[in-house]
C-alpha cells in the first residue's frame, strides 16, 4: 500500500528531525542566553573597574546555517524565486568596544572565558592611541534556537 509506506516515511523523517532538534537544543544549552548576553559582559566590565566602555552594539542576527548549505535555496537561486528563510539555530552578535591598560583588557578577557557560558569568538582588535590606553573592538556571539534578540 504506498499510502502505508508514506506514512512510515514521514514517521521516520519525524523522528530524525526531532534528533536533530534534540542535538541542536543540546550543543546550544552551553551559550550564554541571547537574552543575557549584555547583561553578562556589561556585569563582568564593572566588576573588572578599570576599564570604560566605550560603545556595545547588537548585530544583525543570523542563520547558523550558511545559504549554500539550506536545501532549496540552490533550485531557489535557479529559477529566481526568494531563498528560504533563516532556521535555528540562530547567531546573536554583539560588539562591544573598551578602554583601558593592556593588563586590564586581559584580565577581563580572561574573566569571560572562565563563565561557565560559552561565547563564539568572532573577531579582537585591540588599538593603542597613546601609552598606557588601549582600545580594544570585541565581537563575539552566542548560538540560539529563538531569532528574538534584544535591543542594547
Known amino acids: ?36 548576553m549584555i547583561e553578562v559582559l556589561h556585569d563582568m566590565l564593572d566588576r573588572q573597574g578599570r576599564l570604560g566602555l566605550v560603545s556595545i552594539r547588537n548585530l544583525p542576527v543570523s542563520s547558523l546555517i550558511t545559504p549554500i548549505e539550506r536545501e532549496g535555496d540552490a533550485a531557489a537561486a535557479v529559477s529566481g524565486a526568494a531563498p528560504a528563510p533563516a532556521r535555528p539555530p540562530y547567531v546573536h552578535a554583539i560588539e562591544i568596544v573598551i578602554d583601558g591598560q593592556y593588563a586590564d ?5 580572561a574573566a569571560l ?6 561565547f563564539r569568538w568572532t573577531s ?29
Open 1 to 36: 500500500d504506498p499510502r502505508q509506506i508514506s506514512i512510515t516515511q514521514a514517521g521516520e523523517v519525524q523522528r530524525q528531525l526531532q534528533a536533530i532538534d534534540a542535538q541542536l537544543a543540546s550543543t546550544a544549552s552551553g551559550f550564554v542566553s541571547s537574552q543575557r
Open 105 to 109: 583588557i586581559l584580565d577581563y578577557l
Open 113 to 118: 572565558e572562565a563563565l561557565p557560558w560559552k
Open 124 to 152: 579582537l582588535d585591540l588599538s593603542t592611541a597613546g601609552y598606557p590606553r588601549n582600545r580594544v573592538r570585541i565581537e563575539l556571539s552566542t548560538l540560539s534556537l529563538d531569532s528574538t534578540w534584544l535591543g542594547v
